[in-house]
């Protein structure tokens, strides 16, 4: 049987790497075989795309050069990595997916709906996750907590301002599509992991329901 893909999104400093780990332990007790990637990277092409896009570059990184290394990065992925894991039944964990470009590039940076959904519609084909979780948090926040991991990359530097227009193009989006569930990653961690493990559970039992009645 095929396998699902279940994404975690959310700003910096939202928390996306314990809650991933909380989701793949989950997922392993539940007897299903898993993979993770990350975006933009997971294949040795992708990786090197990412190097790229979050340098700091001596000049001007257009708007669409970047939005185009994105989906660059994640074509390459789908077709290594994504794939062919769902086609061999594992189930995948990313560490962000088109949301992010949705959000960042979309939200963010301002790029059009129009370019958005031509960009996403000839590298995705249609191709979504089949659950979201977006972890929710104060640009303000999340800024400070990644500031506390280190320096800043080209992206992170992009100011508060950018941030609160792609948090604000999250939320919009996630009010779009009932597969992107969003929980506040503004409460102490226990009570973070318990809202995520509960819409997991949540998505578990209704596909083993439908595998039952199929
Ligand atoms: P992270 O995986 O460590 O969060 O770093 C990825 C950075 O790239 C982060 O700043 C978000 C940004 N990003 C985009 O702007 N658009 C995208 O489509 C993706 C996948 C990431």
């Known amino acids: ?28 007790a539940a007897g299903k075989q898993v993979e993770q990637t990350r975006e933009p990277g997971g294949t040795p092409m992708a990786e090197a795309i990412r190097e790229c896009v979050k340098h700091d570059w001596d000049e001007k990184v257009a708007e669409e050069t ?40 979309g939200g963010g940076r301002g ?5 958005m959904r031509a960009i996403s519609d000839i590298a995705l084909n249609g191709f979504k996750p089949d659950l979201t979780i977006y972890l929710d948090v104060d640009p303000a926040v999340g800024l400070e907590r990644a500031r506390g ?21 999250y939320l919009t989006l996630a009010e779009q599509d009932d597969s992107i569930k969003v929980v506040s990653a503004m409460q102490d961690m226990p009570s973070v992991h318990k809202a995520v493990l509960d819409e997991v559970n ?7 329901n439908q595998e039952a009645s199929a």
């Open 1 to 28: 049987m095929r396998g699902k893909f279940i994404v975690v999104e959310g700003l910096e400093g939202a928390g996306k790497s314990s809650v991933i780990g909380l989701i793949k332990d989950t997922l392993h």
């Open 66 to 105: 970047e939005l185009l290394l994105m989906y660059a990065a994640r074509v390459q992925l789908l077709t290594n990595r994504i794939l062919p894991a769902l086609e061999s039944g594992a189930w995948v964990v990313g560490d962000r997916h088109d949301l992010s470009s949705q959000a960042y590039q």
């Open 111 to 115: 790029v059009s709906t129009k370019t």
């Open 149 to 169: 991991r280190g320096e800043l990359d080209r992206i992170e530097q992009a100011g508060l301002a950018f941030f609160e227009r792609t948090r604000e193009r």
């Open 202 to 208: 949540q998505y578990l039992k209704a596909q083993s």
